[in-house]
């Protein structure tokens, strides 16, 4: 069974748009959670990092944890081309270094 | 600079064939990953190094063993390829804190005929 689902699988938003992007897992030991971002050809690199409940905002790209619900959502304000990506939802167990990830979401911006 | 090197970038085998992927990194980190990426999969995991020769399976290691006899070099062999074993592999590591981030080679394409 997938310890760690995305939703939606695919996603199209118009340049300057808001993408968003959702996780939930179904492991309640996860304690770290990670957005990675992979484009076409590359491997996948980590965007952003959530450890506590709430919101985390690093540039046009914020991230949400609710523990209490197992839900991790990335929101992508002002999308760009350049965003255009697999993103992965990785979570991990506290003591633990072995990451899941979820089957992704595939996001186009369109110009 | 920090950086996972991954070697060949793309490999074409006949099935019963054996295969070598290998893969550095710089960075000196103690844990290494290797990752299979297969279309609507996502990443699974198929081994995991702790450090040298502390290895553990992951949730594939059927068909896969690993070797890693220093700490900046890991390989994946497939004894015997099968054709399902076609997939992009990728080799990652981590520093290993509890949380930290994982680093991504570019990934090897292994097409199995």
């Known amino acids: 069974q997938q310890k760690v689902q995305q939703s939606p699988e695919s996603l199209s938003v118009p340049e300057g748009g808001m993408a968003s992007l959702n996780c939930t897992s179904s492991?309640?030991?996860?304690?770290y959670f990670w957005w990675y971002r992979q484009h076409s050809g590359e491997g996948p690199k980590a965007l952003m990092s959530i450890f506590s409940d709430g919101d985390k905002k690093e540039g046009r790209f914020t991230a949400h944890l609710n523990k209490a619900s197992l839900h991790v959502s990335l929101h992508i304000r002002d999308s760009q081309p350049s965003d255009s990506a697999l993103y992965f939802c990785?979570?991990?167990?506290?003591?633990?270094?072995?990451?899941?990830f979820g089957k992704g979401t595939s996001l186009t911006v369109i110009p | 600079d920090m950086k996972v090197t991954q070697m060949p970038r793309y490999l074409i085998k006949r099935m019963g064939e054996n295969v070598l992927l290998e893969c550095g990194q710089d960075m000196s980190h103690e844990t290494m990953y290797w990752y299979r990426q297969d279309p609507g999969l996502g990443l699974q995991l198929i081994y995991i190094?702790?450090?040298?020769?502390?290895?553990s399976e992951g949730d594939i290691p059927k068909g896969y063993r690993v070797s890693r006899k220093k700490r900046e070099h890991f390989s994946l062999i497939l004894d015997s390829a099968k054709t399902n074993q076609t997939s992009v592999y990728f080799c990652?590591?981590?520093?290993?804190?509890?949380?930290?981030?994982?680093?991504f080679g570019k990934g090897t394409r292994l097409t199995v005929v």
């Open positions: 190094s702790y450090d040298v020769d502390s290895n």
């Open positions: 990652a590591s981590s520093s290993g804190g509890l949380g930290t981030e994982v680093f």
């Open positions: 492991d309640r030991n996860f304690q």
């Open positions: 990785a979570a991990s167990e506290s003591g633990y270094q072995n990451f899941y």
